[in-house]
C-alpha cells in the first residue's frame, strides 16, 4: 500500500530519473488519492500517449529496482487476453499498472480541458500527470474489474452526490466499437449499485438500445 | 455532521452547538486535515468554507498567474507542482492551454521574466518557439513589457 505523500515522493524520485520529459494520465486509485476520495492504493495506473513514453517511465523503474510481473493474478482471462493490456511492474508491495492510450478498448485522451487536476513532478526531468474527473475514474474502474475497484465506485458515489451518469453512459456508448464487452460490464455494475443507490431507469434502456444497434 | 458550505464562525458554533472557542478548535483540525479554507481575516470577517472531501492549496499556472496580472482567471482545472515552477514555466502553460482569456492574461507576466534564457530554452523544448514571440509581440503593443535581448529575435 502507498499513501499520498510516499506516492507523489516516488514520482518525484522517478522524475530524477528520467530520461526525457513525459506526461501521463492517472486513473484508479492514484487519481482517487489525489483527488481526496481514499489515503491509500495498492496500484498505481497510469496511461501513456505512447509506447515510446512508457518505455522511458519503464526504464526509470528498472533503475530503481522494479521488476516485471505477471497479469495474471490481478485480472481476469478476458482481460489478460485482450490486446491492449497493461504492463505491470512491482517492487515490494508497490505496483504499477502501466498502460498505453487504451484502457481495454477504451481510449483516453489527453485534452487540457476535460481534466481535473495536472500534477508537475519536477525534477532532472518532468514528469507531468493529468486527472480524469470522476465520472471517468468510475467508468475505468467499471472497465478494469479488479478485486476492490467496485469498493473505489462506492467510495467516490459516496463521497459525491452530483455523478454525472449520463456522462458516463455516453463515453461508454462513444467507444462501445472498441470493446465489446463495455456495455454489458457497465450494465452489469449499474445493477450492482442500484441495490444501494438511486439509478433511474432511462439510464438502462439508453444502454439497451445502444447495446441493441451492436446485435 | 457537518455540512458543506460557508460559515462564519457564529454561524458554524450555533449549527453544531459548541462554544465559539470550541467551534474554533474544531475548524482549526478540519483546516489542518485540509477540509476547510479560509477567507479574510483582519478587518474582514474571516469565511471558513467547507468541503467534503480534503482540499490542498493549489501552487500552478493560475496561482502564478493571479499573482502578477491584472486580468484574473477562474481555474480550469487544479494545477499542483512539486518542485520548482516559474514565471517562464507559466508563460509556457499558458500558450499550451491557449484561449483567448489565458493568453491575454498570460501576456502581463512577460513583466516579470527574471530569465529570457531559460523562457527560450523552454519554448524549444515544447516547441513554442513561434508562439511565445508571438504572444511577447502581442504584450509589446498592449503592456508596458521589457525588450527581449536582440539574439532571441533572430
Known amino acids: ?215 | 455532521m457537518i455540512k458543506e458550505g460557508k460559515y462564519t464562525i457564529e454561524r458554524f458554533a450555533e449549527e453544531q452547538g459548541l462554544a465559539r472557542q470550541s467551534a474554533l478548535n474544531k475548524l482549526s483540525r478540519l483546516k489542518r486535515q485540509g477540509y476547510v479554507s479560509v477567507d479574510g481575516g483582519g478587518r474582514q470577517k474571516r469565511i471558513y468554507t467547507i468541503s467534503k472531501l480534503p482540499r490542498r492549496k493549489t501552487n500552478g499556472f493560475y496561482d502564478t498567474v493571479n499573482r502578477y496580472s491584472p486580468e484574473k482567471l477562474q481555474p480550469k482545472f487544479d494545477h499542483y507542482v512539486h518542485g520548482r515552477y516559474t514565471v517562464e514555466h507559466a508563460i509556457i502553460d499558458g500558450i499550451k492551454i491557449g484561449d483567448v482569456r489565458t493568453r491575454d492574461a498570460t501576456k502581463h507576466l512577460f513583466r516579470h521574466v527574471s530569465s529570457w534564457k531559460k523562457l527560450f530554452d523552454l519554448a524549444k523544448k515544447e516547441g513554442l518557439l513561434k508562439e511565445v514571440l508571438n504572444l511577447y509581440s502581442q504584450a509589446k503593443r498592449t503592456v508596458r513589457v521589457r525588450w527581449i535581448p536582440r539574439r532571441y529575435l533572430k
Not at chain 1, 38 to 62: H, M, N, P, Y
Not at chain 1, 77 to 103: H, M, Q, W, Y
Request: with cysteine; net charge neutral; glycine share 4%.
Open chain 1, 1 to 215: 500500500m502507498i499513501n499520498l505523500k510516499d506516492q507523489e515522493e516516488l514520482f518525484r524520485l522517478i522524475a530524477d530519473y528520467l530520461e526525457e520529459d513525459i506526461t501521463c494520465i492517472c486513473i484508479g486509485g492514484t487519481a482517487m488519492m489525489f483527488m481526496g476520495y481514499k489515503t491509500t492504493t495498492k496500484d498505481i495506473d497510469l496511461v501513456f500517449g505512447s509506447s515510446q513514453d512508457r518505455q522511458v517511465f519503464i526504464k526509470a523503474l528498472e533503475k530503481l529496482g522494479y521488476t516485471q510481473r505477471s497479469m495474471k493474478t490481478i485480472y481476469d482471462r478476458k482481460r489478460t487476453e485482450a490486446k491492449d493490456k497493461p504492463l505491470l511492474f512491482s517492487r515490494g508491495e508497490e505496483r504499477f499498472d502501466l498502460f498505453v492510450k487504451n484502457i481495454f478498448g477504451f481510449i483516453v485522451d489527453c485534452d487540457l480541458d476535460k481534466i481535473e487536476q495536472k500534477h508537475d513532478f519536477v525534477g532532472k526531468k518532468e514528469l507531468i500527470t493529468y486527472v480524469l474527473p470522476k465520472e471517468l475514474i468510475i467508468l475505468l474502474k467499471i472497465l478494469t474489474d479488479r478485486e476492490k475497484d467496485f469498493e473505489d465506485i462506492m467510495t467516490i458515489i459516496d463521497k459525491e452526490k452530483n455523478v454525472d451518469w449520463d456522462m458516463i453512459i455516453d463515453e461508454a456508448i462513444r467507444q462501445r466499437k472498441n470493446n465489446s464487452w463495455m456495455l454489458l460490464d457497465l450494465k452489469e455494475k449499474l445493477q450492482k449499485l442500484r441495490k444501494t443507490i438511486l439509478i433511474k431507469e432511462k439510464h438502462f434502456k439508453r444502454i439497451y438500445s445502444a447495446e441493441e444497434k451492436y446485435h
